[in-house]
């Protein structure tokens, strides 16, 4: 039984929680989410004239806080209650306050009968779970080291060479002799052949470095070690190839977790690595601000380029140089023939700034030209997976002439095509999610049927299930992607447990403590975005002319609005028009606040001006709800409206010159994955204000260095704006306090150099996870394939259908 329902059943507030779930019942939503839970209970103290420590001090209060969803059936009650991060339990209320744990098969029926989709005569629905896959891999205890997968995974792996060293030593043994290049054998030889051998012959290795100059490159002494079984790989100098020596004659020795990180960490084993990012426009110029196209690709492109630097400095201290090891990365897209003057037409294209760092387009096969030679919303684009991975993985072996060492999968489409190419290469495979559209959309499994033909979700939430079940590790950019919060369910997390009405239950989804979730989060580009004090490093000319873009030029073609006072302090924000991004919302509160009006300028870059130029649903009802909101706060003379796509140089310049104007970044997304944005001008020295919804809230700690708002309480965001202004004026150095805080904070934690060193000593510990512990995964793999042929296959061949005749 809850503890949480206990105490309030044993308390005298048991005439409270009878007179609350009569208030339930007065509502006329039968299906209560947290918020509207809240406000029937905030209603129900205020009626009932209850003391204000009520509210939260009370046990009912207590109960209330932690229930995330209550569904009414009849007069009875089911409260799903999550009283501790990741785990949640459900109980059934009867109205003499009996009460009953529900299974979950039980919460799922009553799901289905709510929205008269229970048919208990037809037989069971297929029902999946991924529980018992995860029952042989070791799991994480405490909800707090959820997301530090590899922590505890060296943590378990090295006490398993300890207890039972001649397995995992004989597994590392293998390991190390699995690596080559081009054909070129590396680390170890066949002259050694057994552990024993393995132990005595690094020793002998390490007194023989040890003889030898710190700095002497290892061309000079390579033939004697090759003679003692070491090949290429060790180190570039007599001193690093004894480090590296030395820890494996520690590891074998006596292992420890920072042992073993140490030492897998420098296996030089991964040189080709395959980002996809499938869908939409993935272009380095043009591109952004369209639908389906902003953060990913942003985080795709700098991640490559970090990414082939940190390789290229890891040869280096490997002492691969003279095997002339090039390291490349090859970020997989779709190649989109119209291509609206965008190099997305384009099969390959070099990465600005890189040396062997690649675009491969490959086309969608013609089903229909209408369909596959254009733009495809990632709505719709589940048909042409298959084929894609099927005609990618011929073009990237030719790329590479070889395989891949890594694929890393981006968004639902490019995890699935990652863990069709990584079973068919037998290569890892990472899985970065971006946005898990599940969470997004309120009630989107519930009422999947009817929202089927806009979305598809059958088909995004099938595939989300198998790639990051079949995933060896998921990277994610926070802590509550994965888990939430102590008051809102993660982002993964929604995965548990759902049903999709007459498709299938999903009774467990997604083991949340498996070891295989890392956050990792993303960095910003250093030399597009920088601080605006960084005077010497801008160029004057733009400055000027985006100064003038942005307060005075006159060129509606692609700028709405003349400011009355260009001179007051700007308020701008800069997002794709989606619903979710709230643009829309930014302009209401300012349109409220007759204070903000006075004090700011309202400047926006959003997407486009005219509903006729957009082909996307939501970008078009966003642009008639902007237009809607000036004629009706009359904001004309305050507000100005980009419709421009600006260059990489621009958009990074654009901060700066709104932090020379002393001005305020505000993102409102109604919920926001991660939010690049923020990083972008909190490096740019602007005080930043953003939603407490989602990524935000982890990356801004509030009042330090930036400030959350609630985008939904609009009078609420204004005071805060409001109060920050006030303040600033009061004291003018309190704006570059904050500014300078919010420097610091992205440098000291989100940079890309963190961020792939990091992904890259993931990708080698799960390589040799992977390897150790491959024949368990077997028949996980199985069983995610056949949810591909039978449920996801067939649904998406009738999508295709429907393609043919668009
Ligand atoms: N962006 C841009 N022009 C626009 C809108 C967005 O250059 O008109 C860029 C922005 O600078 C950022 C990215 O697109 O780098 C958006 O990433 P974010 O993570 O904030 O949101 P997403 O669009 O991925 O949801
Ligand atoms: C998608 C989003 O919605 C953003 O929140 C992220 O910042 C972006 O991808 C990059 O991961």
Known sequence: MSELLQAVLDSE????????????RQQEKKYLLRNDILNVYSEYCSKSQRPEE?????????LIYCTQEIIQEDSNFCFIIRSKIASQEVYWLTSDLSIEPMTVQDLLDLRDRLVNKYHPNEGDLLELDFGPFYDYTPIIRDPKNIGKGVQFLNRYLSSKIFQDSKQLLDSLLNFLRLHHYNGVQLLLNDRIQSQQQLSEQVKKAISFVNTRPEDEPYEQFRFQLQSMGFEPGWGNTAGRVRETLNILDELIDSADPQTLEAFISRVPMIFRIVLVSAHGWFGQEGVLGRPDTGGQVVYVLDQAKSLEKQLQEDVLLAGLEKLN???????LTRLIPNSDGTLCNQRLEKVHGTENAWILRVPLREFNPNMTQNWISRFEFWPYLESFAIDSERELRAEFHGTPDLIVGNYTDGNLIAFLLARRLKVTQCNVAHALEKSKYLFSNLYWQELEEKYHF???????????????????STYQEIVGTPDSVGQYESYKCFTMPELYHVTNGIELFSPKFNVVPPGVNENNYFPYTRTKDRVESDRQRLAETLFTLEDPAQIFGKLDDPNKRPLFSMARLDHIKNLTGLAECYGQSKELQEHCNLILVAGKLRVEESGDNEERDEIIKLYQIIEQYNLHGKIRWLGVRLTKTDSGEIYRVIADHQGIFVQPALFEAFGLTILESMVSGLPTFATQFGGPLEIIQDKVNGFLINPTNLDETATKIVE??????QNPNYW?????????????????????????????????????????????LRYLEALFYLIYKPRAQQLLEQHKHR
């Open 13 to 24: 507030e048991k005439s409270d929680l009878r007179s609350f779930l009569s208030e339930l």
């Open 458 to 476: 059958s088909l995004q939430f099938t595939a989300d299930l198998i790639a990051m079940n079949a995933a060896n590790f998921v990277v994610s």
């Open 325 to 331: 090891v090039e390291p490349k990365v090859i970020i």
């Open 54 to 62: 009520f509210y939260t001090s009370s046990e009912l209060g207590k």
């Open 736 to 780: 570059n306090e904050i500014s300078e805080r919010g420097i610091d904070r992205v440098y000291s934690t989100y940079t890309w150099k963190i961020h792939t060193s990091k992904l890259l000593s993931l990708a080698r510990i799960y390589g040799f996870w992977n390897f150790t512990s491959k024949e368990n995964r077997e028949d996980l």
């Open 724 to 729: 920050f202004i006030t303040k600033c004026e």
